[in-house]
């Protein structure tokens, strides 16, 4: 079973600023199939990104996700409001094997 | 639009069964793998099974293999998630999420969430 560690386990950050979070894989993840979700409290998880960079229908283009292999990055632009919460990467592979990561809190500085 | 329309909060005592349900609409229900997903208090998610309800075929995280079972009735575009005996830790929150048709690679349709509350 691939384990995905994420980093930061927290991030501060005002509104307006760039988010960077990290998704490391213990091997190479099969064609790239790296989601990453945002939960809000309180709230299911809502896909951002699927195939490691491929947006979800209706999620904001401050959204990117890039990597290939065992390294992904989320980048989140002009953070809103909305977008303190906690992210998750998910990876899916054959069987299925699917797995998170522990999650990254993006908190208000 | 696509939804999934999951059962109410449930208290029950440690021992007891539970059948909980997620029912599905503004999709086809028969052609997409469905899953299954614990957030204990606090922590983050994990993955406990898909089935397709098509043919009722099912594949358990081997975490999960044995401890729960997963059916669907496509007569009522419902999915289930059963426990025969239930203990403390089992307390969580329950999403059935759908994935993706194109590749199943992610879960791109959640429901709220069961809140399962296990105590003495």
């Known amino acids: 079973e691939i384990v995905l560690t994420q980093s930061p386990g927290t991030l501060s950050l005002s509104p307006g600023e760039r988010a960077t979070l990290s998704c490391r894989a213990s091997r190479s993840v099969y064609r790239n199939y790296l989601s990453w979700y945002r939960q809000i409290p309180g709230q299911a998880p809502r896909l951002l990104i699927y195939g490691a960079s491929s947006r979800a229908s209706g999620v904001p283009d401050r959204f990117s996700g890039s990597g290939s292999g065992t390294d992904f990055t989320l980048t989140i632009d002009r953070l809103a409001p909305e977008d303190f919460a906690v992210y998750y990467c998910?990876?899916?592979?054959?069987?299925?094997?699917?797995?998170f990561g522990q999650g990254t809190r993006l908190e208000i500085k | 639009e696509v939804q999934l329309v999951q059962s109410a909060p449930e208290l029950k005592r440690p021992g007891e069964s539970l059948v909980i349900s997620c029912q599905a609409s503004?999709?086809?229900?028969?052609?997409?793998?469905i899953g299954w997903l614990r957030q204990q208090p606090g922590k983050g998610l994990e993955w406990m099974g898909i089935?397709?309800?098509?043919?009722?075929?099912?594949r358990y995280s081997p975490s999960f293999q044995g401890l729960v079972t997963m059916s669907a009735d496509k007569s009522i575009r419902t999915a289930y998630l059963q426990w025969g005996s239930l203990k403390a830790s089992d307390t969580a929150i329950y999403y059935c999420a759908k994935l993706r048709f194109e590749d199943n690679s992610a879960f791109d349709s959640w429901g709220e969430g069961t809140l399962v509350t296990v105590s003495s």
């Open positions: 089935i397709y309800p098509g043919d009722s075929e099912t």
């Open positions: 503004g999709f086809s229900f028969t052609g997409h793998w």
């Open positions: 998910q990876h899916y592979g054959t069987s299925p094997s699917i797995s």
